[in-house]
């Protein structure tokens, strides 16, 4: 075989790969009851819940979560990658796959209700800050 036949080989491999290749879709849904929460992901506002997102990569995630009359949530979540997402298997996932793989995954998060401090609690609390000064 010449190096021309190699070279257009080569080029028509590089081609089909590109264009019958396939792909990963990564999805994440964040639920909170209540629902209509304002969801941040990595101190990124994404919406308002239920909420999904399309994600690049895996591992921990910051979650803030905030509604009128609920306790603010603060946490994290990790989120951990498939098999096919490991070396070597993410080539054949990404590349040489001719289907679509379709990775969702689902949060959900429960609201507290926000506690309401009686004006005698904040005064005990305040003289409470007052003694250890």
Request: include cysteine; proline fraction near 5%.
């Amino acid at each position: 075989m010449g190096k021309r036949n190699l070279y257009v080989l080569t080029i028509i491999g590089f081609v089909a790969v590109t264009i019958f290749s396939g792909c990963v879709d990564r999805k994440l849904t964040i639920n909170t009851e209540p629902q209509g929460a304002m969801v941040l992901l990595n101190d990124e506002e994404i919406g308002d819940s239920p909420v999904t997102v399309s994600f690049e990569w895996y591992g921990d995630y910051n979650i803030a979560i905030r509604k009128e009359g609920f306790e603010t949530l603060k946490t994290h979540r990790k989120l951990k990658a498939p098999w096919y997402d490991g070396f070597p298997f993410d080539f054949f996932a990404n590349t040489l796959n001719p289907d679509r793989i379709v990775d969702e995954y689902e949060w959900t998060f429960e609201l507290e209700p926000k506690k309401e401090i009686s004006r005698e609690e904040l005064i005990e609390n305040a003289e409470e800050l007052k003694k250890q000064l």
